[in-house]
T-cell receptor, first 112, second 113 residues
């Protein structure tokens, strides 16, 4: 079954802890994206990657880091520097940068 | 920086009513336009998109949208809504040489049976 998977569905973070959200796609898409969704604010871009071993900051990259070592994987780390991490995180991918983006099911991050 | 405005934050309709959700964007050049829908507990799904050509675009589940360049608008319409259309709807714009989508803040549609 082709698609985008994100894990875990729910993630709890303690004060000062780094946590990593997984995103995998088997669509053979070159571009991958991470968005943050907060109520009433739509989706805001955190990071994106057009090709392996390259990624760019989006509008709200502070407190986050990413890697793109493999085409199918684009993990997002929420670092302790992100002071307000509670949100719904969505991963997306597209064939290339200017094409339609397809979204995963999301990970809800909660702070303990 | 480009921006996308969705003026209706929450719309409540009865079944069979007609729907129009507004979307306006700020960029004046070439744009690619999208409407996404997020049903309760489900993935964000593509409803329809406009890249070029006929400005009236038809999407899934009877939805359509019209691109009006002079008004910088891409409003979503459906002639007769159903209870199953209850969801949050997002307009998004990909403009010029940008490689990232800009989303509106979303409109929550509630359809009463």
């Amino acid at each position: 079954d082709g698609g985008i998977t994100q894990s875990p569905k729910y993630l709890f973070r303690k004060e000062g802890q780094n946590v990593t959200l997984s995103c995998e796609q088997n669509l053979n898409h070159d571009a991958m994206y991470w968005y943050r969704q907060d109520p009433g604010q739509g989706l805001r871009l955190i990071y994106y990657s057009q090709i392996v071993n390259d990624f760019q900051k989006g509008d709200i990259a502070e407190g986050y880091s990413v890697s793109r070592e493999k085409k199918e994987s684009f993990p997002l780390t929420v670092t302790s520097a992100q002071k307000n991490p509670t949100a719904f995180y969505l991963c997306a991918s597209s064939i290339e940068g200017r094409k339609t983006q397809y979204f995963g099911p999301g990970t809800r991050l909660l702070v303990l | 920086a480009q921006s996308v405005s969705q003026h209706n934050h929450h719309v409540i309709l009865s079944e069979a009513a007609s729907l129009e959700l507004g979307c306006n964007y700020s960029y004046g050049g070439t744009v690619n336009l999208f409407w996404y829908v997020q049903y309760p507990g489900q993935h964000l799904q593509l409803l329809l998109k406009y890249f070029s050509g006929d400005p009236l675009v038809k999407g899934i589940k009877g939805f359509e949208a019209e691109f009006i360049k002079s008004k910088f608008s891409f409003n979503l319409r459906k002639p007769s809504v159903q209870w199953s259309d209850t969801a949050e709807y997002f307009c998004a714009v990909l403009s010029g040489s940008a490689r990232q989508l800009t989303f509106g803040s979303g409109t929550q549609l509630t359809v009463l049976p």
